[in-house]
Structures are given as structure tokens and as C-alpha cells.
């Protein structure tokens, strides 16, 4: 069993909780994520970890009520434990593979979107403590959405906070603060950005026209975790990959996003994973045989 020693409600929807997790806290790395059941019948919900304590075992984690789950998810408490809780899953960030010194004289922007700060956190502490200052932009519709605003700000180079409407930095959409600090001299190597599809795909087509290589994290569409159920099966520069298995990082400008939305919203229902099945046929569930 796995118990939560902290829950906090980050704002409308939106909890953090610390889970002691000693060995999944000794191995993972930025990037990486987990998959957490209530019970031993629950649903298998697979979350992204947005910190790690190796010396306490402690793995933070960052959910929005969407579904069944997440909804009973949120009424554990402190004290409480998860039965299982297993990880460290997926790829880790490229950075945490590269040279040191050499990922030193990138010049790096993080761009979060919503719930996307949470995963985008990890990846610029882990910058922070190697002695990399990486640019930021958090974007959320309103202020009362925001998240992990001052964690950021403690470990970012510059923190750069956007709302849709307005109500708090500065206005507007991500891909207008991207416009924006590059119309203001800004010039960068590297962009990372985490968040819904939809502000990826725009993200994308944003630092595409600017020349800027971008990497984007897809944990959005995961479902089972494990690459067998299909959810999020994807598509790279016309190859297939599945988020899970083969990612969550990919070049962001060789993904088809669209075909992924549409995949998302299809996926939903039964009726629509079995037009899945039919239509893409042994890869699917990436060749493992349930089709059949």
C-alpha cells in the first residue's frame, strides 16, 4: 500500500498529492509518470510525476477530476494509500541524457498549458539543479486556474504567466507570448511544451514558422499505460508510436495531431474503438495480438 502524506486542492478540480513511494522516488527521472489503482478492482489511471523527494520516498503527483476515477480519486485524504502505484514508466526527458555542459549553452523555453505545468515542473527543477536557467510560459484561462505559479517561479531563468482572458500577466494564448518574446530579442535552441492537444498542435505551428525545434510530452491521450489498449496510439513523421511506450516526448513538429485528436475523441466509446480496430488493423494495440 502506498499513502498519501499530503493532499492539497492546487484550485477548482485540480489536487496535488505526495505519496510515499520509496522505490519508485529511488529510479525516476523527469518525464517519466506513473500508474495508480484505488483498489484492486479500480481503474489502472496513469499520471505524470511532477516531483520526487529520493531522501523522504515521496513521489508528487497532479490530477484534474475528468472521469469516474479521478472523482473518487479525489476523495482519498492524507492517510489514505492507493493499492497500487507503479513506475517509473516511459521515457525520461531528453535533457536528462544529454551532456551537461553542452545542454548548458542551450537556450530553453517551457511552455505549460493548464494542467501541463505540472509535468513541465520537474523538467525545469531538474534544469535548475544543474545549473541551467530555462524560460517559461504558463498559460491558463483565468488566474483562479493557474497552478504552481511560485514553484515555478523558484526555478525558472524567467517566469512569463499568460491568461486567455486577460485577468492576470500577460493576455492571451501561449502562441502570442512565444510571438512575443521572440519579437522582444528572445532567441531559443529548444522549446518544450506540455498541455492540452489542442495547445500543443498551436504550440507547434507557432515555433515551426519561428525555427524553433520543439519537443512536446502526449501524456494527455495515455489511458492503460502499457501500449495495449491503443488510446494512445500516434503517429510520428508517418510512423506509429504509442505515448506510453515509445514516449511521452516526441518531436513536436513531426506529430500528427490532428489524427490524434480525432483518435481522443473516437476512442471514447465502444462503438468507436471497435471503428479503430477495423480501421487500423494489427497495429491497433502495436501488434500484440488482442485484435485477433
Known amino acids: ?7 492539497q486542492e492546487l484550485t477548482t478540480n485540480i489536487y496535488l498529492m505526495e505519496v510515499e513511494a520509496k522505490r519508485v522516488a529511488k529510479s525516476c527521472l523527469p518525464g517519466q509518470f506513473v500508474i495508480v489503482r ?14 520526487y523527494n529520493r531522501e523522504q520516498g515521496t513521489i508528487t503527483i497532479v490530477f484534474q ?3 469516474a476515477g479521478t472523482k473518487m480519486m479525489a476523495k482519498l485524504e492524507e492517510g489514505d494509500s492507493f493499492h497500487d502505484f507503479v513506475g517509473p514508466l516511459g521515457c525520461p526527458s531528453e535533457f536528462c541524457k544529454e551532456d551537461i555542459e553542452t545542454l548548458k549553452k542551450k537556450r ?22 544543474q545549473g541551467i536557467a530555462a524560460d517559461v510560459i504558463v498559460g491558463s484561462k483565468t488566474q483562479s486556474l493557474l497552478i504552481l505559479e511560485k514553484e515555478m517561479e523558484a526555478v525558472a531563468g524567467n517566469l512569463y504567466v499568460t491568461t486567455d482572458d486577460g485577468s492576470y500577466g500577460r493576455s492571451g494564448m501561449v502562441t502570442k507570448a512565444i510571438e512575443d518574446l521572440v519579437g522582444e530579442g528572445k532567441q531559443y535552441d529548444v522549446c518544450v511544451a506540455i498541455g492540452p492537444m489542442i495547445m500543443m ?9 519561428l525555427e524553433i525545434p520543439t519537443v512536446v510530452s502526449l501524456n494527455p491521450i495515455m489511458v492503460d499505460g502499457t501500449g495495449m489498449c491503443g488510446a494512445c496510439r500516434v503517429t510520428v513523421g508517418g510512423k506509429i508510436r504509442f505515448a506510453c511506450v515509445d514516449g511521452p516526448e516526441f518531436d513536436g513538429h513531426q506529430v500528427n495531431f490532428d489524427e490524434a485528436m480525432r483518435r ?13 480496430q477495423l480501421e487500423e488493423g494489427d497495429t491497433h494495440h502495436g501488434n500484440c495480438g488482442v485484435c485477433h
Open 201 to 209: 498542435k498551436f504550440v507547434c505551428l507557432t515555433t515551426k514558422k
Open 108 to 129: 530553453i523555453l517551457f511552455v505549460a498549458g493548464g494542467v501541463g505545468a505540472a509535468p513541465v515542473y520537474p523538467q525545469v527543477k531538474w534544469l535548475h539543479e
Open 1 to 7: 500500500m502506498y499513502k498519501i502524506v499530503k493532499k
Open 264 to 276: 481522443q475523441t473516437i476512442y471514447k466509446t465502444a462503438e468507436g474503438r471497435a471503428l479503430l
Open 38 to 51: 484505488m483498489d484492486e478492482n479500480g481503474e489502472r489511471i496513469p499520471l505524470t510525476i511532477c516531483d
Open 65 to 67: 477530476t475528468i472521469g
